[in-house]
């Protein structure tokens, strides 16, 4: 089982910036692993905001919720990821969730989820 914790959301002002971090335990069981950030805001369906691939060579964001203030990059620690995010907005008030996308050692492909940091962006 891979536990999924996110840590690093806050309240802020608009036009600042925070970084959550998203940190996975028991990747053992995977054959590889890749994780990505959703969030969810009150009373909207989660969305993608951004993912890493697998061996974590190239990102995949979503530009039309983030237009280029959001990057998401992985930590020293392999099983650390990170989103950056910069310029934040009352839009961007969300609860924040990292998603680790597993590759089981048997073959089968699993999901998990964290608990969520929550970000709240004042105007």
């Known amino acids: 089982q891979v536990q999924v914790v996110e840590s690093g959301g806050a309240t802020v002002q608009a036009g600042g910036f925070l970084r959550l971090s998203c940190v996975a335990h028991g990747l053992a069981i995977c054959r590889t692993s890749a994780p990505a950030w959703y969030r969810e805001a009150p009373g909207k369906e989660r969305e993608f905001v951004a993912s890493l691939t697998t061996n974590m060579d190239s990102n995949t964001t979503n530009e039309d919720s983030t237009q280029g203030r959001f990057t998401i990059f992985r930590g020293v620690a392999t099983n650390t990821a990170y989103l950056q995010m910069n310029s934040l907005r009352p839009e961007d008030t969300a609860m924040y969730y990292c998603?680790?996308?597993?590759?089981?050692?048997?073959?089968?492909?699993?999901?998990?989820w964290g608990q969520g940091t929550r970000v709240t962006v004042s105007s």
């Open positions: 998603k680790i996308t597993c590759l089981t050692l048997a073959g089968a492909w699993s999901y998990y």
